[in-house]
């Protein structure tokens, strides 16, 4: 029925890259066939799910949305698409993303941008715009995004879908290609906050293969999305996260939601974190030096195109030809903004201070998780923009995610859900909540009271 669905409306939203029908109905066969011998089922059996083509899957086609690895198979399976499978889990094919999840619209795909199901006019956010959108119109009931600066929940915002951010180091990246590695944080995106924790608890846990993943147990958040409740919880909101910029239905419906945890017998506490305000300039100069240096084994040799290589050029020249041509112009900018904040001379006013303002969130947090359980923003200060109004305009696309990079930087754990649609336009507001390293338990449990 998932593949028929995508059949009939995916030429209209370009939400995967590539559909494995194959490979899929041969996983259903497969959990058909345990089911007739008797034997133990994964968690997720027979469940159908689209998977962002940043995650390496073995014999399928990877771009991560890029022309430079078109054609590249690769080898071996991502840790999370191992568990994936591990739980039975039917993997329909790869969804669309900006080109190595660079933007916040899926207009930066080598491959087409990816249409919003709401209005096939507008953006479905990014880089996981494929991923929200599949879920929005129906073609999968379960997806998997990646959250470098609110790649998952800003994509849910603006679809009217749930998505979630995990503690840094909670879902291994191992097999994930990396953008900015101390940001980069796969996780579970589906249309309510209880499939989002099926999924979550199937993914996450440790994995001696990524040095950053975190060895401590997972709580129970399949028990917390069971039991919705904001009873006494204390819910933070940040002066920081309104004002200038943010739609004025939006900030409706984010203050009507903040009634509703009141209503449920939560505690409004007002809080300021004034370092917030600093989190984007500092964000875009960590997470271009460090794609910057991740992207550089992209060198024509290892992988995907090589252009150029006729035996006139030298090695150097088919590199520099294969860049040229295989990389798009946002990737382009950041590998030059972050070339240039690490070069030496610029290195400490540029990437050090921008470290230090890290800290500064990061200590902001803390002060902030020792008056609250949890703080709650909207998670994008607008709803889903028109396809191309603000392409050329870098600074304007990097705004969407105002209120998602500080969690990123922090490394805690934040979720979006929806919280109804913008009165002047009729599409999906979405409410993020927020909750210290290793207490998604919280996120899922207020989700699922306010969903
Ligand atoms: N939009 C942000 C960027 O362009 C975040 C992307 C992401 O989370 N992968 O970097």
Redesign the pocket.
């Known amino acids: 029925a998932h593949l028929a669905r995508i059949g009939a409306v995916d030429e209209k939203i370009n939400a995967f890259l590539h559909v494995d029908r194959e490979g899929a109905l041969a996983q259903a066969r497969e959990v058909d066939a345990k089911r007739e011998r008797g034997e133990k089922l994964g968690p997720l059996a027979g469940v159908p799910l689209a998977l962002k083509d940043l995650f390496t899957t073995e014999g399928v086609p990877t771009t991560a949305g890029s022309k430079i690895l078109e054609g590249w198979i690769p080898p071996y399976d991502a840790t999370v698409t191992k568990r994936l499978k591990d739980a039975d889990v039917v993997i329909l094919g790869k969804t669309n993303m900006d080109e190595f999840?660079?933007?916040?619209s899926t207009e930066n795909s080598a491959y087409g941008p990816t249409a919003n199901p709401w209005d096939l006019t507008r953006i479905p956010g990014?880089?996981g715009g494929g991923s929200a959108a599949s879920l929005a119109a129906h073609m999968a009931p379960l997806a998997i995004g990646?959250?470098?600066?609110?790649?998952i929940r800003q994509p849910a915002a603006v679809t009217g879908t749930v998505g979630v951010k995990p503690t840094y180091g909670g879902v291994s990246r191992y097999g994930m290609i990396a953008?900015s590695s101390s940001l980069d944080q796969g996780g579970p995106c589906a249309r309510t906050v209880l499939d989002a924790a099926l999924l979550h608890s199937v993914i996450a846990g440790y994995d001696e293969k990524d040095s950053t993943s975190i060895a401590q147990p997972v709580p129970d958040i399949v028990e917390a999305a069971r039991n919705g409740s904001a009873q006494g919880m204390r819910v933070g909101v940040v002066k920081e996260f309104r004002g200038e910029g943010y739609q004025a239905g939006v900030m409706q419906r984010f203050d009507e939601s903040v009634e509703l945890l009141r209503e449920l017998g939560a505690e409004i506490v007002e809080l300021s974190c004034p370092s917030f305000t600093k989190a984007l300039a500092a964000y875009y100069l960590i997470?271009p030096s460090e794609c910057s240096s991740n992207l550089a084994r992209f060198d024509a040799m290892r992988y995907g195109l090589r252009t150029g290589d006729d035996g006139t050029h030298s090695a150097e020249e088919v590199t520099a030809l294969t860049r040229e041509e295989g990389f798009g112009p946002e990737v382009k900018r950041r590998i030059m903004l972050g070339t240039y904040a690490l070069s030496s001379g610029y290195y400490d006013a540029y990437y050090g201070s921008a470290q230090k303002v890290r800290t500064l969130i990061t200590r902001d947090f803390e002060k902030a998780f020792e008056q609250v359980d949890v703080v709650v923003s909207p998670t994008t200060p607008t709803t889903a923009f028109p396809i191309g109004e603000r392409v050329d305009d870098p600074m304007a696309m990097y705004l969407?995610?105002l209120c998602t990079i500080p969690s990123n930087l922090a490394g805690n754990s934040a979720m979006s859900i929806p919280c109804g649609l913008a009165p002047e336009d009729g599409l999906p507001v979405g409410l993020q909540i927020i909750a210290p390293a290793m207490a998604e338990d919280r996120l899922y449990r207020v989700g699922a009271a306010v969903e």
């Open positions: 999840a660079m933007g916040s990014g880089s990646t959250d470098t600066g609110g790649s953008f997470a969407a995610d």
